[in-house]
């Protein structure tokens, strides 16, 4: 049975300059997808959940993964950040990108946002799920809330010195270089990093098939050093489906467990839902309208589905182009564009960027791609949306349509 969050559509909250948090996105949270029985989002963090749990057994046969989905998504800037060391003038912070009530409260932009509370809790070893929420540009394979997995697996300094056999933790911890943090052994961080592959490679043959072709990829996190993105090949191309790497031991260490050593992941399952079950768009997943969930009604999550679309309807483009300040971030017109046009909005595309060779002045052009999943759109109807965001955005963004 879904559990159901609270809407935070009433909530009152204290704003200030940071409040960007619209009653459009607001109205989303609670919607909770990823607990809706039989939903595609629901199949993929049961499949995810079925790996680990026929991966991981303690000595008595049971799981050792713990299960949290249903976290509610408002938490603190610092559990989002400053818990994660990710620095006070990290370009993730900016009020462009994520959705803030005020200055000390936001919609999580990661799942990586619970980390360390539920490591405070003693936790080793566990898997979250929720929703998670990012200003973005519009396309078919963006929209402002998606879905994610995060996990933990920690070991304790004995468990792994059964393993390795020798030291976890330098003696003297000197510097970091690039394959190691400057208090784990050589050796310690070896082994978690091969756990960490094969564990996850693991994870990819398990949602794609024996087949699948992977590859590991450096990445960089605050929160992980060293860190890595896994690829898989699809049809020809690199897909980035994962990031990953060995908990920074600061973290462990504010959050009580400096006796352990680990790793943590998180991925998008939006994404390995579409590729899946070949959805073509994002919006597809907050269809309220039967033929679509019906198509998963009763499967399991190892079931093969190929989705139909129940029928395409066709598209609507109107261009817009306007004079900027030096304000304008690309960022909050997407967000102006998606709530005004909601979920009729497919694309938004710039076209063209100018500067003025006399006065200076610049402006932007962009073409909004405007269908309906479920009915054809008249012109008018079109039109009426379209002067609506251009009103807007002279009022809100303070350009000037040309
Ligand atoms: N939180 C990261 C993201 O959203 C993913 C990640 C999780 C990376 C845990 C490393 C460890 O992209």
């Avoid at 990661?110 to 929420?133: C, P, R, S, W």
């Avoid at 998606?146 to 030291?167: P, W």
Wanted: proline share 4%; aromatic share 12%.
């Amino acid at each position: 049975v879904a559990k159901e969050n609270p809407s935070l559509s009433n909530f009152k909250f204290p704003t200030d300059d940071f409040s960007n948090v619209s009653p459009k996105i607001l109205s989303l949270v609670g919607k909770n997808l990823h607990n809706k029985e039989f939903h595609p989002l629901c199949l993929m963090k049961k499949r995810i959940m079925q790996y680990f749990y026929a991966a991981y057994r303690g000595r008595t046969g049971k799981p050792i993964f713990s299960i949290f989905d249903d976290l509610h998504p408002m938490v603190t800037v610092e559990q989002n950040f400053d818990s994660l060391l990710i620095p006070k003038d990290h370009v993730s912070r900016k009020k462009s990108d994520c959705f803030y009530f005020n200055k000390n409260y936001m919609l999580r932009a990661h799942m990586t946002a619970h980390q360390v509370e539920l490591i405070k809790m003693g936790l080793d070893n566990f898997l979250m799920f929720g929703d998670v929420y990012r200003r973005d540009e519009i396309d078919s394979t963006h929209y402002p809330v998606f879905h994610q997995c995060d996990a933990v697996r920690l070991f304790h300094r004995e468990q792994l010195f059964d393993l390795i056999q020798t030291e976890v933790f330098e003696k003297n911890p000197t510097i970091e270089s690039k394959v190691k943090q400057k208090e784990h052994s050589v050796i310690a961080c070896r082994e978690i990093e091969q756990q960490l592959k094969v564990t996850l490679e693991g994870l990819a043959r398990c949602i794609f098939g024996n087949d699948i072709e992977c590859r590991w990829v450096d990445a960089y996190f605050p929160f992980t050093h060293p860190s890595w993105e896994l690829e898989i090949k699809r049809n020809g191309d690199w897909l980035e489906v994962l990031g990953c790497g060995i908990i920074r031991h600061a973290i462990l260490q504010q959050a009580g467990a400096a006796d352990s050593i680990g790793w943590a992941f998180g991925l998008g399952l939006d994404r390995l839902a579409m590729i899946q079950y070949s959805i073509p768009d994002i919006r597809t997943f907050w269809m309220e309208d039967p033929g679509f969930l019906i198509q998963f009604h009763n499967k399991s999550p190892k079931d093969k589905v190929t989705y139909k679309q129940v029928s395409i309807f066709p598209s609507c483009k109107n261009d817009i182009s306007f004079w900027i300040n030096d304000n304008f971030e690309e960022n909050d017109f997407h967000s102006l564009v998606r709530e005004i046009g909601g979920d009729l909005i497919e694309q938004v595309q710039l076209i063209d960027k100018f500067t003025h060779p006399k006065t200076g002045r610049k402006s932007r052009c962009y073409t909004i791609v405007y269908r309906h999943l479920e009915k054809t759109l008249t012109q008018a109807e079109v039109n009426e949306v379209h002067k609506n965001i251009e009103q807007t955005a002279e009022k809100v963004l303070g350009v000037i349509i040309r």
